[in-house]
């Protein structure tokens, strides 16, 4: 696949390179702030799930004071406090609190996904419960939370949860986002105030950035008549990302030295190898080592990551 062919398939991957950001998700945020207002500075907002740093770079241009938790590091961004841990770990919570109380809250956590839509949601369902107690723990009265919620069988009950401590609660999904993603917006206002539905109540759903772009349609590369297109590189490359180890501990499998293709192909095929009885089950011997899973596996899962393009990068639910 050319390194062009994303920038027709993802038009906000392409945007974000040419406007500076460093991930696509930083537009999910542009367009939520656009349609539900969330940012006037000199407000103080806590990024949680911060990585790398595409909705921290959309509060620092607003003016806002931004702290940007992750378990990942984080390259420097002016005006951006970053903290390094999990946020699962009291430890972490601790350390933000003592940078002192938020006017705003945003999550946008997504664990590392298996594909496996049930099983996602829950796990994701996990770090934004965690993301509302560190919210209660921060947030000023009449503050606001923002969090990535996918969509699920336990979803209901995260809404229900922000109706009981906030006055306004609405599920959103910016044009960004794509129509198959599992992802929606939860956008509570109003926290601690008297007017809490107490759960209870329809929560409304609102589209928003409806004018832009369509996360879903490819576009072709010169957009603009009067503007030539240039291929870009992402403006900041991940710090120590995960498929990295995976692909190293891949590679060591491979002979430091490998035959040409060109001559492999020249010679002849060897004789198959002479067909062996099936071996009964107690004679099959345990797989111990990675090589030996390696080769029990089969080459295109023998590191359990699955590659969806030509860079090698694991494949993910959505940023
Ligand atoms: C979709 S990315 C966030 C993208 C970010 N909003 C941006 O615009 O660049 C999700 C992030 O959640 C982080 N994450 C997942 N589990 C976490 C945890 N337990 N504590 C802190 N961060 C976590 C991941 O490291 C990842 O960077």
Redesign the pocket.
Known sequence: MGRKSRDKRDIYYRLAKEEGF??R??YK?LQLDATLGLFRAPMRVV??????????QVVARTGCACVA????EMAPIPGVFRVV????ARD?VERIKAMGGADVVLC????DVYGLGDIDAALQHR?VE?AVEVARDLLVPGGAFVS?VYRGPRSDRIFRDLRRRFSDVVCAKPKCSRNASLEAYAVARGFGSQDARGGRGVVPFVACGFEDFDADSSYPLRLFPDREYAYRDPVQMPINPTHLAATTSHRRHIPDEVEPLEETAARPSPPPPPRRPPASSSAVAPAHDAASLAAALGPKNSDGVVFDDAAGAPRVA??
């Open positions: 460093r991930a998700s930083a945020l990024d949680l799930c911060a990585a790398p740093g595409g909705w921290s938790v992750d378990l990942k841990g999990d946020l699962t972490t946008d956590g997504a664990p770090l965690v990535k959505e940023e």
